[in-house]
Nanobody, 119 residues
Framework: QVRLVESGGGLVQPGGSLRLSCAAS????????MGWYRRAPGKERELVAT???????NYGDSVKGRFTISRSNALNTMYLQMNSLKPEDTALYYC?????????????WGQGTQVTVSS
């Protein structure tokens, strides 16, 4: 059974940094695109960043220049380095991954990790 597990969330002061991780486990043949979304209370789900298996990245306008997405294909893990955090970055952050397992390709989602930016 394939699982995605996020970690690294928490409480941080404005201007601070956090690093999120998203680890895939199970019987995995390959992982294609991966990415992060977030949902703040009362708001729509928002794209944070995506990364292809080849390392091409894309960012939401609100995080460009502050967040960096990366991945380790060897470890089946994706990261999100978040710098210069703002209160408006407060949200539940979800990761997803396009995973091929046992000959089938699905989009898997993690349970989310909470990021709170507050003084």
């Amino acid at each position: 059974q394939v699982r995605l597990v996020e970690s690294g969330g928490g409480l941080v002061q404005p201007g601070g940094s956090l690093r999120l991780s998203c680890a895939a486990s199970g019987i995995i043949f390959s992982i294609g695109p991966m990415g992060w979304y977030r949902r703040a209370p009362g708001k729509e789900r928002e794209l944070v960043a995506t990364i292809t298996s080849g390392g091409n990245t894309n960012y939401g306008d609100s995080v460009k220049g502050r967040f960096t997405i990366s991945r380790s294909n060897a470890l089946n893990t994706m990261y999100l380095q978040m710098n210069s955090l703002k209160p408006e970055d407060t949200a539940l952050y979800y990761c997803y991954a396009d995973i091929t397992s046992r000959g089938n390709r699905y989009e898997y989602w993690g349970q989310g990790t909470q990021v709170t930016v507050s003084s």
